[in-house]
């Protein structure tokens, strides 16, 4: 017993000096403060080392997951490669909440810790990385598992928000989410829902004063700047899609002589194998040596 007493001690003044040591260089490196990190605690140590194993896992895990990717996409179907997008989501977030998270506690960028609550929050969606990838039928539920983890993660930060109006984390964090919720919320109604709920949210804060109005002013004109982007990235990308799809389904698919007519009456004739444009009025004689001339070739 006096032996593991004295080999205790032994630890704990080494940590101790350790710390000490780390203190008196960093702080003249880098003119960090004492208050801003943990020199002397042995805390620090072990967010340290907790720090430098999830970064590892999240760097082998990026590299091992490009390597997937790309044989999904070869070989698996459209759906397979869904699915597999959204078991990565999952083990990303996992792993991000809890990095970012130990680096908030190390530097104590928040006024009040909330390092348990969301290591936690960490693990749990970890272990439902896990699970997923083990059982076959949440992993063909994986869209709406994942949908659901990010509204109830979404409601947490919006509850911080509220009750933590020092904490400058669950702003970011909103904003952030907001910004990549185009790209994660699938299919485009979930996403217009999601919108509908931050602004209703947005202006409550407003209308029963549950945060300061500075900050649901920021709020609110950082969303609106978000959604236009957002919006404008939509329209693009709906735009090539009905491209795609018409070049795919008609000029390639079709067998039926096709005609389009653009807004300044330009008409694009289209027929399996041939592409032919003219440049026509909308009169009737037109139309009809047009059709002449078709029926010709």
Same mark, same amino acid.
């Given at each position: ?8 001690? !032994? ?16 702080? +003249? ?19 340290? !080392? ?15 997951? +490009? *390597? ?8 698996? +179907?459209?759906?397979? *490669? ?33 390092? @348990? ?9 970890? %272990? @439902?990385? !896990? ?17 659901? $983890? ?6 947490? /930060? $919006?509850?911080?928000?509220?009750? !933590? ?20 919320? +699938? ?5 217009? %829902?999601? @919108? ?8 409550? *804060?407003?209308?029963? =004063? ?12 950082? $969303? ?5 982007? &957002?919006?404008?990235?939509?329209? /693009?990308?709906? &735009? ?24 300044? #009456?330009?008409? *694009?004739?289209?027929?399996?194998? =041939?592409?032919?444009?003219? #440049?026509?009025?909308? #009169? ?14």
């Amino acid at each position: 017993m006096t032996e593991s007493y004295s080999f205790f001690n !032994l630890l704990t003044s080494g940590i101790t000096a350790f710390g000490n040591s780390l203190k008196s260089i960093m702080t +003249k490196s880098y003119a960090l403060s004492p208050d801003i990190i943990f020199f002397n605690s042995p805390k620090l140590i072990i967010l340290g !080392l907790s720090l430098a194993a999830f970064l590892a896992l999240l760097i082998y895990q990026f590299f091992k997951i +490009k *390597t997937k990717i790309g044989y999904f996409i070869e070989k698996t +179907k459209e759906a397979e *490669t869904a699915k597999k997008e959204y078991q990565l989501y999952i083990l990303f977030f996992g792993i991000a909440v809890i990095v970012i998270e130990i680096i908030n506690e190390i530097f104590k960028i928040r006024p009040k810790s909330l390092l @348990v609550t969301n290591v936690s929050i960490g693990f749990f969606v970890l %272990f @439902v990385y !896990l699970l997923v990838d083990k059982i076959k039928w949440l992993r063909d539920k994986i869209q709406n598992i994942f949908i659901t $983890c990010f509204f109830i993660y979404i409601s947490y /930060v $919006c509850y911080n928000i509220v009750h !933590l109006s020092n904490d400058v984390v669950p702003v970011i964090v909103f904003l952030i989410s907001f910004f990549f919720s185009y790209n994660i919320l +699938k299919p485009i109604k979930i996403y217009w %829902f999601f @919108v509908g709920l931050t602004f209703i949210f947005l202006l409550s *804060t407003v209308l029963f =004063h549950l945060i300061p109005i500075k900050s649901s002013v920021l709020l609110i004109n950082f $969303c609106i700047l978000i959604f236009i982007v &957002n919006h404008v990235k939509y329209a /693009v990308l709906s &735009n090539n899609d009905d491209n795609y799809r018409f070049a795919n389904e008609i000029v390639q698919k079709g067998s039926s002589l096709t005609i389009a007519t653009n807004q300044k #009456r330009q008409n *694009t004739i289209l027929q399996r194998n =041939h592409f032919f444009y003219f #440049r026509i009025s909308a #009169r009737r004689s037109y139309w009809l040596k047009l059709l002449a001339l078709c029926k010709r070739k």
